[in-house]
DNA sequence: TTTATGGCTGCAAACGTTTCCACTCCGCCG
DNA sequence: CGGCGGAGTGGAAACGTTTGCAGCCATAAA
């Protein structure tokens, strides 16, 4: 392998011009960089990693937590998130904490303290202060996204009002019967966002002087899988039956729309959904959501973390708010006329 | 920020001995193994990643290359990589390469070569020779998985008998007119098994004298979406219809369940559907499948590279072919006994 | 008592860059 | 014409570890 030295040598300079030309900082003659350049493609050297960030204290590195990479949401922001930092030369390491406390505490207290990383995105993830405050004695900048971070900038929208906007999109269709499709305990354990958009929905709900019943704010998991469990076991309970369905995510929306269709339920003759996030897959669906974006998020996250980086303004402009887009479908309309069966 | 030469002074012990009873490397007494994690706790010491990785050579990082994270298989793949390396005590560089080919030449011939991963992983992804050599050149280990890397390891199913299994459960149920949904052509520059899994299914409907009709494989994107709109081509078109389908992946199958609802076909009944992949979506459909472990695939990877790394054996095994599992669930049975309605 | 043995230890040399500093030119301004 | 500033260069000191080597001191064997 070559090294610095060995192309220094060859073109006839000392190592720091060569390091200087290549990296292209400090002043550099044209005639030395040519030079330089030349006998280093010759060589194909390509710098230590290690070496040059124990020097400059750089790493080039960029560190991602989420809680999983294999759902939408997350997938979608590590899609921005790493297009982003190749097209600027960064690394993107990545600690996914989806294997529970163990993992989540060892990448916190271990792997994120050996200034691997010049930066830090957490992704829908809630930090304590105690954990922030490690973190930002190494790294300099930490961004969050889909959560605040007390004390580090984040990014995110404002899922509160966003929940209430979709819910009175259906208050206002003439629905006073909605139910709403949320996250499970055990996924709201580092998560805040299904509790602000319950939240959301319960106060729009309240504005409009309408029920909500207990019964009708369901667990489920934010998948496919939990939003049709959940909506099967609503739909087919004999008690009365709402004719609408706010799920907080799209992935509980479709569900809610299978198992609808299971029930002989015409969407959205007989139940109107409306979903939230802006999956792809709504799209076959005729799903009405609230689009938040989430690729862009992503991408948003990785340039202000890299701003914080280059200019030395130190930390990052505190807290960016996400615009997301309301995009009315075709699952959602009046509700049915008659109203439905009162069943017992 | 302590470094090692606080601990040592702190425990009244040289840098070197404080090193060998921190890293576990190299005889030292139990007496002085105290001292030196009780200094290293007390100053918050953590070693610098890159001093350490500089003198030993070692990173204690593996970069993972994959086409998309955004999408089922690979999502997997990831949650059983990453969750091994985190156990290992690895930190995981993660290239994703799904903007096309611009970032998967950058990512190949500059981000990689920079040896600051001991291995590497490549997910279905079709490297070519000189991309091998390259990689090997810098890095010992490196293994592929889902597609063949000539000259480096990898670990694989046998997609074309399995394939061939899938199609022969369809043709032993009694189905003669059974489609094939495959992968479309932008997806394939890059990825072979859509191709070795077409050329399974034309070999079981050869093998038993049946006719691949040229209308009836259909390249899809491996998505839900692409596969409820070419099952819905294919199902709504004035041509004899089948009456099975074969999908070369479970979101494609999905997706063909969902089209084949919309033309009130019942399934089983008149449309059998059978996938490929083992989605835990598949559940809620009912759906028969071969389930290829994705996450287990991930897993068996990390283990075969670390296992190269470790044991300085050089090389890691050739060549592992993973066993994937049939799963019969209730979306195939016999076709209608009534040949159905041929239109026309 | 002497000599080998082997576990512990510390010194110092890597590892391969970046960057501070000092130095030499050269052109330009006063 | 002298001094000044700035571009270009090279030497060498970091950066913070790991590890080869050699020395030391016990203990066990002769």
């Known amino acids: 392998m070559a090294g610095i030295k060995d192309v220094a040598e060859r073109a006839g300079l000392s190592i720091a011009t060569v390091s ?50 294999h759902r939408w949401y997350f997938s979608s922001v590590m899609e921005g ?82 929940a209430a906007d979709a819910t009175n999109h259906l208050i206002q269709l003439g629905h006073t019967r909605i139910a709403h499709l949320t996250g499970g305990s055990a996924y709201e354990q580092d998560f805040e966002l299904p509790g602000t958009r319950q939240r959301g929905y319960e106060k729009a709900m309240r504005d409009s002087g309408l029920a909500v019943r207990p019964g009708w704010h369901i667990p489920a998991d934010f998948t496919i899988q939990g939003g049709y469990a959940s909506a099967r076991a609503l739909l087919g309970s004999t008690a009365e039956r709402p004719t609408a369905i706010f799920a907080a995510s799209d992935e509980m929306a479709i569900g809610a729309i299978l198992a609808a269709r299971d029930f002989g339920l015409r969407i959205p003759y007989d139940l109107s959904v409306i979903g939230f996030d802006g999956h792809e897959l709504g799209e076959v669906f005729g799903l009405t959501t609230i689009d938040q974006g989430a690729r862009d998020q992503g991408s948003l996250a990785v340039n202000m973390l890299l701003s914080g980086l280059e200019g030395d303004a130190g930390h990052v402009a505190a807290e960016a708010e996400y615009p997301a887009k309301f995009l009315i479908r075709s699952s959602t309309a009046v509700p049915p006329e008659d109203s439905p069966r009162t069943r017992h």
Do not use: C, M, Q, W
């Open 20 to 69: 200087r030309a290549l990296s292209g900082k400090g002043p550099v003659s044209s005639r030395s960089r040519e030079r330089a350049r030349a006998a280093a493609a010759e060589l194909g050297f390509v710098p230590s990693y290690h070496a040059s960030s124990l020097a400059s204290g750089r790493n080039h590195n960029i560190g991602v937590v989420v809680p999983s990479v």
């Open 81 to 162: 998130i790493s297009a982003t930092l190749i097209d600027a030369g960064y690394d993107l390491t990545l600690y996914n904490v989806s294997e529970g406390p163990k993992h989540r505490h060892s990448v916190l207290n271990d792997f994120l303290l050996r200034k691997r990383v010049d930066g830090v995105i957490a992704v829908a993830l809630k930090l304590s202060e105690a954990e922030i405050r490690k973190l930002l004695a190494v790294h300099r900048p930490i961004v969050g996204i889909g959560g605040t971070l007390p004390g580090a900038a984040s990014i995110r929208i404002n899922d509160f009002d966003l």
